[in-house]
Each structure stands twice: as structure tokens, then as C-alpha cells.
């Protein structure tokens, strides 16, 4: 699976978007990007995935760039509950995998009042 | 999202004793259970993969011995960390997933050995 860089840390005002950067030059024509979060001492969230079209669902949106070398997850309106820390994970095919996720170190997101 | 729960959520058990740690899928079948550890302001870290009906393959560095994983069932795993030291203290994390699924997290087991 092709590696992934994130900023180590983020902080956002309440109710503005939160953009979340992240690198994955490395991305092959079949790995999907995929997010999840995890807020402090809870198991990761699912968030949100996709392949090349930006993605929209009711919790995020995910815009991929053209070359697929980079991505950014963004919430909408962030609240305080949406600080956790982020995780930008690529990897190949999706459905029908029982193959692990590998996780970075991920992005600790702190949405402030 | 479908659900995965974990129990306990959190314990503390003495120095030397066996700990069990169940994850179940409570609205899907989990053809594949995963078991992550995840020490304080680091990554989650695989520990194993367990297949229902088969024995579990272990990452590298991961004693097979002491981190008894049992997958009898399409919903429900278990982690037994045996003859615990302080050192395995953490919050173990596992994930289920079914075929053409993403993968859904239980909430965690911190554990404390003492």
C-alpha cells in the first residue's frame, strides 16, 4: 500500500471548515483513499473513501486531485466533537478484502470554541 | 454503519493473571476479525487477522503464546492476553469486517495490569 503524509497537527474555529491534508505521490491506479478518525479513547470511525471522483456523504467530503497524488478531507461546519485524530489510509481494492488497515500517525484535529 | 462492540470496555487485572477481551459484530457476519494494540500517543498496531473457523495469523513480533485469538463464529472474536505484565498494558482495539464491506472498529479495552 502506498504510504501517506499528514500534518501531525491541526487546529480549526468552531463552525468553520476544517480541510485536512494528504499526501500519497506514491498512489497506484488501483488503491482507494480511504479516512477514519479516532477520538480520544475510542476505536477508529469510518469516514469516508474513494478512488478518483471527490466523494460527499453526510459526514465529509473527500476531493482528490487529478493526479491522485494528494487528497484532502473536509468538514463542513466542524464542532467540538470533531476533534480526534485523523487518518489518511491508502490501499488497494476495497470489497472483497479481507486485508488489514495500516495506519500512520494521522492528524490530530483540535476544533476549538 | 454497522456495529462492532467490545467488552469489557475497560480492566484491571493483577500481574501474572489471563485477561479476555471479546468483539462482537452485532449486525453483520465477520468473515475476518482484526486485532489492533495502541499505546498512549501512538498508532494503532496490528496484531493479528483471525478468519472464522481458522487459526489466526499473527504479525511478526506478536507472541502467538501469550495473545490467544479465538474466532469461532461469524460474529464474534476473542483476544485472551495470557499471564499479563505490566508492559501489556494498553488499549486493544478490534475491527470487523464482511466481504464487500469496509472495516468497523469496536470502541476499544483499555487494559491495565498492575
Known amino acids: 500500500d502506498a504510504k501517506t503524509t499528514q500534518p501531525p497537527s491541526m487546529d480549526c474555529a468552531e463552525g468553520r471548515a476544517a480541510n485536512l491534508p494528504c499526501n500519497h505521490s506514491t498512489i497506484s491506479g488501483n488503491e482507494y483513499v480511504y479516512w477514519y478518525r479516532q477520538i480520544h479513547s475510542q476505536g477508529p470511525q469510518y469516514i469516508i473513501h474513494g478512488l478518483k471522483n471527490n466523494e460527499t456523504n453526510e459526514m ?3 476531493i482528490i ?13 466542524a464542532t467540538l466533537r470533531d476533534t480526534a485524530v485523523y487518518y489518511c489510509i491508502v490501499r488497494v481494492e476495497p470489497l472483497g478484502s479481507a486485508r488489514q488497515l495500516t495506519f500512520g500517525s ?8 | ?13 493483577k500481574s501474572g493473571t489471563s485477561v479476555k477481551i471479546e468483539c462482537r459484530s452485532l449486525d453483520f457476519q465477520a468473515t475476518t476479525m482484526f486485532w489492533y494494540r495502541q499505546f498512549p500517543k501512538q498508532s494503532l498496531m496490528l496484531m493479528a487477522t483471525s478468519n472464522e473457523g481458522s487459526k489466526a495469523t499473527y504479525e511478526q513480533g506478536v507472541e502467538k ?46 487494559l491495565t495490569v498492575v
Open chain 1, 60 to 62: 465529509a467530503s473527500l
Open chain 1, 65 to 77: 486531485t487529478e493526479d491522485r497524488k494528494s487528497s484532502t478531507l473536509i468538514l463542513p461546519h
Open chain 1, 106 to 113: 494521522g492528524t490530530q484535529l483540535t476544533v476549538l470554541p
Open chain 2, 1 to 13: 454503519g454497522a456495529v462492532v462492540s467490545q467488552h469489557p470496555s475497560w480492566v484491571i487485572c
Open chain 2, 65 to 110: 503464546d501469550k495473545f490467544l485469538i479465538n474466532h469461532a463464529s461469524l460474529t464474534l472474536s476473542t483476544l485472551t492476553v495470557t499471564s499479563a505484565h505490566p508492559e501489556d498494558s494498553s488499549f486493544y482495539i478490534c475491527s470487523a469486517r464482511a466481504m464487500n464491506t469496509e472495516a468497523f472498529f469496536g470502541q476499544g479495552t483499555r
